[in-house]
Each structure stands twice: as C-alpha cells, then as structure tokens.
C-alpha cells in the first residue's frame, strides 16, 4: 500500500527546505569576510546557546550522564565534521557544484537505512534516488567550473557521508534523548571544536567585522542553525529517513533559483530537466505501494 506524506510533514518540509535552501548564498556571501572554520565555530555555537537557554526549563530532560556519549557523537558527525567540511568545501568549489556532492547524501542514506535501520530499499526507490542525484546535478551542470578541486570534491563527499551517518544513527538512538537538548549540546560541542579548530589554523585578525557579516551570523544563528536542525531531527523522528531524505534533493534547487533573483544568474534548460528529475525522485521514493506489506495497517509516521 502506499504511504502518503501527512500534512504537519509537508509544512515542515517545506519551510526546511527553503531555509536550507536560502543557507548556500547565505554562507558563500560570508565566507567572503572570514576564515571557514572561525565562521562555522562561530555561527554553530551562537545557535547552540540560543537552543540551551530555550532548553533550559527542561533541564531535567538532558539526563548528561546518561547521553553523554550520543551527544559527542552526534555532535561529531552532525556538526564538527558535516559544517566544518562543508564549510571549508564551499571555499574550493562554487556553491553549486559543491551542493550536487553534499546531497548526494539521500542516496548514502538510503544504503544505510536498508543496512542499519531495516528499512524497505525497493528497485523503484533505488531508481528514484539515482533520478534526484541526476536531478541536482542537472541544476547545478550550466555552473560547473572548467577545471574543479579535487580537494573540494573530496570535502564535498565527506560532508554527504559524515551528515548520512549522523542522520541514521540519530534514527537509531532518538528515543533516548530529548530533541531540543540533542540540538543544543552538539552545536555547544561543535561549534566550540570548530572554534578551537579555526583558532589553531586560522586567524581572528582576519575576520571582517562588517554588519553585513553579523547579518549572516545572525540569520544562521537563528535559522540555519538552530530552526532547521530542530525541523529535520523531528522530520527523521517522524518517518523513514530515506523518504524525508529524499526530499532534501529539492534545496540546491531553491539556492540555483535564488541565485538567479537576486544575483541576476542565468536559468537554463538544465534546472528544468532537473525539476523533472527530482519531482521522479520525490514521486518514486514517497509513493512507491509495497505490496508484501499490503495485509498490514497503516504506520502513522509519529
């Protein structure tokens, strides 16, 4: 039988896929005031105080003796190294090319939910997340430098797998923790890593402390940082990861679009073959029947 999107989903979805989407011009305008991994550290641990002092009327609720060690690893996985690679990453290659990498993420998710969490990996869905793969590509194919950075290739691969692993492990261990102090502790953790990081090899001298800059800061703080993890740890609490997974496929395509408002970048034919593309993806991932479970009653995706 076929499993349909709840509504409260849709809703979540889509404002998470707008601010994601709106993060890549965003952190690429930053980048042009500061050190990568000073500018991840900064924003990551701004939006990890703004989380705990939210948190804090359920302290009780953080139980750190006991999570500790899901917090550090999350941590790790979620933030030190998918923000700090991706950061760094965006410095070698344009935002575009760098995005097809990172979110070739659905696709590693996939492969890990069917291994780790049991979930159904059937021929239509394997098809569909190679067609949204396609799909992002195509978006971003008119952007592509003449020559790219291994380097960046590498950062952006890395990035994809390290945020895959982190999404399936918080699938396995999210009855353990409460959500917003999950968010909290591992943006205080990686942010104050990048930081130390950053410290070690960057210079503060360099940062450019220009209102233009505060501005990016401020807007990760609050939402690429802060709402969105809250918005995607619930959509994973909420149903397959592999299915909300998929439907990320769509952010590179707000950022292309978005480059071509406001900074008067051309559309091509290439963004319209992609939209075809990640609408199959969506389309084959989120409604595909399964027939061997047609006996069975419906899951609620709570």
């Not at 998470?16 to 709106?22: A, S």
């Not at 302290?59 to 690679?85: D, E, H, M, T």
């Not at 319209?272 to 609620?300: D, K, W």
């Amino acid at each position: 039988m076929t499993r349909k999107l709840a509504w409260p989903v849709i809703g979540y979805i889509v404002a998470l896929v707008l601010i994601w989407g709106v993060c890549w011009p965003v952190y690429k305008f930053g980048l042009t005031y500061t050190p990568p991994l000073l500018y991840a550290g900064i924003r990551t641990l701004l939006g990890g105080v703004l989380m705990a002092a939210l948190a804090l009327p359920r302290w009780k609720a953080l139980q750190w003796r006991r999570n500790w060690p899901i917090y550090v690893i999350s941590s790790l996985l979620n933030v030190f190294l998918f923000f700090g690679v991706q950061t760094v990453g965006l410095v070698y290659l344009p935002s575009g090319m760098f995005s097809v990498l990172v979110y070739s993420e659905p696709v590693i998710v996939g492969l890990l939910a069917w291994k780790w969490l049991g979930e159904t990996l059937t021929p239509a869905k394997m098809v569909g997340l190679f067609l949204g793969l396609l799909g992002v590509a195509a978006c971003s194919f008119d952007r592509l430098p003449g020559s790219a950075s291994g380097l960046g290739i590498l950062l952006g691969l890395a990035a994809a797998i390290s945020w895959a692993v982190g999404t399936v492990y918080l699938k396995r261990v999210q009855a353990q923790v409460d959500m917003m102090w999950l968010v909290a502790i591992q943006c205080l953790l990686g942010g104050t890593g990048m930081m130390g990081a950053g410290s070690l090899f960057e210079s503060w001298s360099a940062i450019q402390w220009t209102w233009p800059f505060l501005a990016t800061v401020a807007f990760a703080m609050f939402f690429g940082v802060s709402s969105s993890w809250l918005i995607w740890f619930r959509l994973v609490q909420m149903g397959e990861v592999s299915r909300v997974a998929a439907l990320t496929f769509l952010v590179p395509v707000i950022s292309v679009v978005l480059s071509a408002l406001f900074l008067h970048e051309t559309i091509s034919g290439w963004l319209f073959a992609g939209l075809l593309l990640i609408a199959a993806s969506i389309y084959l991932v989120n409604h595909t029947p399964h027939p061997h479970r047609a006996e069975e009653a419906p899951r609620p995706l709570g």
